[in-house]
């Protein structure tokens, strides 16, 4: 697989910032000298700029007991008030913070010192529902203003939000609210997509039936599909009944630095989904310098536009707390990119004049095989930076993108990092960096990454190995919810006091980094994370199935798409006479199960899986051929001729 990433990743175009772009950029070398003289002065000088502290820190890092890491941790602050009271009190209560776009057509746009008051009234009423520092609070909520009110009250508070994306099961909801032991859940109603409302709090509902833990104390609801919705009393609340009449006073406590902030599920190795947390005083930091530096901010004239959805953390750190933080004005789009007509995002952008925008290869992979016609109707000259995430750009999206969308001449950043990171960790900074088509290039200045072997040694010249990051940072997670051995076991097991993280890696003659792709079971779906291990439980909870095997296929449009190989039971033979029919049912129940993210490209039923003498399924040959390739090394199968039969009842 690497061969191949590596042959498509060949790529030697570079670019020169213009002169002009160079003369007005925010970030300049002096970051990378600073950081490197002296990285953690480097991080305090950032920390005192971007953050208003209650209380100054006078400590920076403190790692004596890795992999538990405390940055700033004499210092106390109010994360919430940092990305909106500070801005009204310096006299930009007036400023957009929120253009928003409903999927319909409906707009919506709120100053600073309407979100102010907005989260004021939010916390209110949560404080009301005896929501207080440490509680946590899943969120359930589409990319409506709401969203982010909601995160931000419950961070003015020092609780702990844990947002699940709205596309989601009852499942997977349940287990998350259960996991964290959530006492209240903010959902709508329903949200807009595809033109259609899709409902939420019926989910919600379906999910505490489901969850165990009995957390829950209270649902809070916000209008916004308008479809019908069941009633529990004294348990649901309208948000247009309680958040609405509260009142706008609210003071914001000061917090350690290292109160948590929010945990964040994300797919793991394992079946069961990790809850990453992260604290306040450190990831704000990151989140606001990367997102400064990284797209070039001018918060007074720049209007920025982050794609993501804010149940992943691109739009906790790069909607929500990176650019409140920076006092930015941004787009937030509820949204499909397709609905009402393909150029909707195009249209967006002409119509608010989005001069920063930000989303993932996926998204310009699809947008290309539409072709160039659609995003031309629209005036996207306002556009001066772009940015990617989420899994590698190839270089001829990354060259469309700067073309057709960006006009031919404006710097394109592939931005790397994870869940766990918090924030950017390698990207090239626009007006400063010479970029590079295909490459996430350099770590950000403060930012110390290295590639090594399986053994943990640096690996020479161009050859690929594992991506590690070899000192802390900032906004690093701060552990799993309720798990520090699988914290301890999943990233720092491998290489010690290296955080080890999961991505392959190779250098490039100029030392510049290309990433190819995770190294462990977990799959790439539309940049998405998602555990081979998590679909494979999932189809074997099915009554039809005896095993199954899913691997992450290479697929044009989204990355990677998810294979699996099943075998049914024998006892169901008999009532499974349809193969297309059975294989239909198979994906029906994962989506329904784990969410229609997880729903696979393709189940193939056959009569085994290919093993080890040791019963290890070889997922490499399965991949070859999902991949249409010609099936590699068979010969460490326990029986050879294994992989021949699936051949055949696969093409
Ligand atoms: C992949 C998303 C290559 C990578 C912010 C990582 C990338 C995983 C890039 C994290 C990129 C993200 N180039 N690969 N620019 N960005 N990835 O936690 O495999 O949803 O480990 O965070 O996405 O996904 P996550």
Redesign the pocket.
């Known amino acids: 697989m690497t061969a191949q990433i590596d042959h498509a990743l060949e790529e030697i175009r570079r670019f020169r910032p213009s002169p002009e772009f160079a003369a007005q950029a925010v970030a300049d070398e002096s970051l990378y000298r600073r950081a490197a003289e002296d990285r953690l002065g480097f991080w305090a000088e950032q920390a005192r700029e971007l953050i208003q502290w209650e209380t100054p820190f006078t400590e920076v890092l403190d790692w004596t007991n890795p992999p538990f890491a405390r940055w700033f941790g004499d210092g106390r602050l109010n994360v919430a008030a940092n990305c909106l009271d500070r801005h009204v009190d310096a006299g930009y209560g007036d400023r957009v913070a929120i253009h928003w776009e409903g999927e319909p057509g409906d707009s919506r746009s709120l100053t600073y010192a309407q979100l102010t008051d907005e989260v004021k009234r939010a916390a209110n009423v949560l404080a009301g529902l005896g929501i207080a520092q440490g509680d946590r609070v899943a969120i359930y909520l589409p990319m409506i203003p709401e969203a982010v009110v909601a995160m931000l009250a419950v961070a003015r508070l020092g609780a702990i939000h844990s947002v699940v994306f709205g596309g989601f099961s009852a499942d997977s909801l349940a287990s998350r609210i259960d996991d964290a032991e959530a006492k209240l859940v903010i959902t709508a109603d329903g949200g807009y997509r595809k033109g259609k409302v899709f409902p939420l709090k019926p989910v919600v509902d379906d999910a505490l039936d489901r969850a165990t833990g009995g957390s829950v104390q209270n649902v809070l609801v916000v209008q916004r599909g308008g479809n019908e919705v069941g009633w529990t009393e004294g348990r649901d609340q309208w948000w247009h009944d309680t958040v609405a009449t509260a009142s706008a006073e609210h003071t914001a406590e000061a917090f350690d630095a290292e109160n948590p902030l929010f945990i964040l599920y ?1 797919s793991g190795t394992t079946g069961k989904p990790k809850g990453i947390l992260h604290t306040s005083g450190g990831y704000l930091t990151q989140a606001a310098f990367t997102h400064k530096n990284v797209f070039d901010l001018h918060p007074e004239t720049d209007v920025y536009w982050c794609t993501a959805d804010v149940g ?3 739009g906790h750190s790069y909607v929500v707390y990176g650019p409140l933080a920076n006092g930015a004005t941004q787009v937030l789009y509820e949204g499909t990119p397709d609905s009402p007509h393909p150029g909707r995002w195009w249209e967006i952008v002409e119509k608010y004049r989005v001069s920063i925008l930000y989303t993932a290869p996926t998204a310009i992979r699809s947008f290309m095989k539409l072709g160039r016609q659609i995003p031309h109707e629209f005036n996207l000259r306002s556009l001066r930076v772009l940015g ?6 190839n270089p001829e999206a990354w060259i469309w993108y700067r073309h057709v969308i960006g006009g031919g001449s404006i710097p394109v950043v ?7 990171t918090g924030a950017i960790m390698i990207s090239a900074l626009p007006g400063v960096t010479d970029l590079k088509p295909g490459s ?1 290039q350099v770590p950000v200045p403060g930012i110390s990454v290295d590639i090594l072997d399986d053994d943990g040694k640096p690996v020479g010249g161009e050859d690929g190995g594992l991506l590690v990051i070899t000192e802390p940072w900032p906004s690093m997670l701060r552990g799993i919810w309720g798990d520090p051995e699988r914290f301890r076991e999943t990233y720092w097991e491998k290489f010690g006091d290296k955080y080890f ?3 392959g890696a190779r250098r490039d003659e100029d030392g510049d980094i290309w ?1 190819l ?2 190294v462990d079971d977990v799959m ?1 779906v539309s ?3 998602l555990s081979t291990a998590e679909i494979e439980s999932s189809l074997v909870a099915h009554p039809w199935t005896a095993e199954a095997a899913v691997v992450g296929a290479a697929d044009e449009t989204t990355g990677q798409a998810v294979v699996a190989f099943v075998i049914l039971k024998a006892s169901q033979a008999d009532r499974v006479t349809d193969v297309a029919e059975a294989s239909e049912e198979l994906r029906r129940h994962v989506a329904t199960q784990i969410g229609a993210i997880a729903r696979p490209r393709q189940v193939f039923i056959v009569n085994e899986l290919p093993k080890t003498r040791s019963g290890k399924i070889m997922r490499r040959l399965l991949r070859d051929l999902a991949e249409g390739r010609q099936v590699g090394d068979t010969t460490t199968l326990a029986d050879t001729s294994v992989m021949t039969a699936i051949t055949e009842q696969v093409r």
């Open positions: 994300t992943w953390i691109t990617s995430v989420g899994e590698p750009i592939d931005t790397w990092w994870q869940t766990e996430a993280a999961g991505d990433l792709g995770r790439n940049g998405h994370r």
